[in-house]
Each structure stands twice: as C-alpha cells, then as structure tokens.
C-alpha cells in the first residue's frame, strides 16, 4: 500500500479500483476554523501515521526540541519510558547536546498494565514491564522524556526503579502540557478528578512521584511544534502575502488542556 492523499474534513470519497473520487465536502461555517485533536499527535496516533500534511513522529521530535528550549536541565543523558515518547526524546537530547541512552527495555512478556482491575495492580505490572539497564546509568543524572503524564501513578514505580538502580537524579520532562479538561468529543480522558493535574498533589508533583524535577511543555509550545511546518508550507504555496491572511485557517482543538472548546457546549 501507499499514500495517496488525506481526506479532508467533511469530505465524502468514493474509492475505486480505478481511482478515488469526492463525492462532497460538507461546507464548514464561515469564519470557523477546523478543529483537529492535538492530542493524535502527542500520544494517539501511530508515529508514522500522516496528519495535514506532515508525519506524527517529526511533530513529536519538534516537540522534544521546544521542552529543551523551554525545560533545559544539568544533566548527563537523556532517556524514555519505551516507547512512544522516544521522537521527543531525540529531540530533546538533540536540543541540548545530551547523549540519548537507553535506561529501560520492555518485557514482552507481560500483558497490558492499564487494564489491572485496581492501582497497586498497575504499578505492579509497570514495574515488572521494564528491565532496568543499570550499566548505562548508574552514578548518572537522567533525565526522561514522556509523551503525557495522565493520572501520575505509572511514572512513579519506573522513578524508584531508576533510583533503586543507580540513578544519581530523575529529572521528567513530559512532552505535552497537563491535562486538566474532560473530552466531549468522542476521546476517553479520565474524569477530572482522576486528573493529576487538578489534584492537590500536581502543585508539588516531583515529590509526589519522586523526581527531582518535573516540566511540562507549554501549550504554545506545543501548538507551534504541531504548526510550524503547516504554516511554512502555506507560505511555500501561497506566497508571504496570501499567507498572512491564512494563517488563521489552521486550528487544533486544545480543550483537555484549555478548557476551551471548540463547539459550544449544550448540557
């Protein structure tokens, strides 16, 4: 198989043997700009999944270089919980000219962790899905990227494996901002009780998971990581001046992490 193009918003297709065809595409109210889920890039989507034009993993690195400019720290490597944070990773380890080691591999061998029925079941299994690749970085300040810290009760048990393993200092730099908000569009957030970031324990949360520091990126940071190559493929297209009055058009829905969403709300 191969690429061939996106479906737009709205847009009905018809594929054949032959070709693919658009059938219709259902107009957007004037004015509004489309809505697509910024969180597909930072954590739902495959990697190699393409999104309005460009691959979810170089978002993803994007993403790693804005918290090295944004949440630079001491420190002598840089790692992930494997593996889908490891494009942020890169990125940041990139930014700051830190070598990117690995500190963890994954057992194959156990079953999925957020399935177990209750919390001390779940921090059991992380623990027991990780091996521990002390020889990288016993006696060394380390620092791992995440993609997302949802409920804060995996990271904990993999910070006292770290530091039970020679880790020197944890610092976690999480690769998109807190989640605060419920999703009324169809994507399954825990509610906002269950949310670390609206609990009391989020206003001192290194100590409250056991790291020496933890940053999370900024929601402009994030919505520049994800626009910067849309927005320098308009100017290619459309010239600086036409660009100017386009830039507008792009939009991403921020409501788990803003409150603000992009329909009204009817209850």
């Given amino acids: 198989s191969r690429y061939y193009r996106e479906v737009l918003p709205g847009e009905i297709v018809k594929i054949s043997r032959y070709d693919v065809q658009t059938l219709d595409v259902v107009p ?25 034009g460009q691959m979810v993993y170089s978002v993803r690195r994007r993403c790693g270089q804005q918290l090295a400019i944004e ?23 990139q930014k700051c000219g830190l070598p990117y080691v690995e500190v963890l591999c994954k057992n194959r061998y156990v079953g999925r962790t957020f399935i177990q029925p209750n919390m001390r079941l779940r921090q059991l299994g992380v623990a027991k899905k ?39 200092e944890v610092h976690i730099r999480v690769a998109s901002p807190p989640i605060r908000f ?42 520049s990581s994800v626009q910067e190559s849309i927005k320098a493929r308009q100017e290619n297209e459309n010239g600086l001046k036409t660009q100017k009055s386009r830039v507008g058009k792009i939009g991403h829905c921020t409501a788990c992490l803003t409150g603000e969403y992009p329909v009204e709300l009817e209850w």
């Fill in 28 to 52: 957007r109210p004037e004015g509004d700009p489309s809505a697509f889920c910024i969180f597909e890039y930072v954590y739902f989507a495959r990697p190699d999944s393409i999104f309005e």
């Fill in 71 to 93: 949440a630079p720290v001491e420190a002598d490597l840089v790692s992930t919980v494997p593996e889908s944070a490891t494009p942020a990773a890169l990125g940041y380890a």
């Fill in 182 to 223: 419920p999703c009324y569009m169809g994507i399954n957030i825990p509610t906002k009780e269950e949310l670390i970031a609206n609990r009391p324990e989020f206003h001192d949360l290194a100590n409250y998971i056991g790291a020496d520091s933890v940053v999370y990126l900024s929601v402009e940071g994030l919505v």
């Fill in 130 to 168: 990780f091996g521990v690749l002390s020889d990288n970085f016993k006696g060394k300040r380390v620092v791992i990227i995440d993609d997302s810290i949802v409920r804060g009760n995996t990271i904990s048990p993999i910070i006292k494996l770290l530091r039970e393993s020679g880790a020197k």
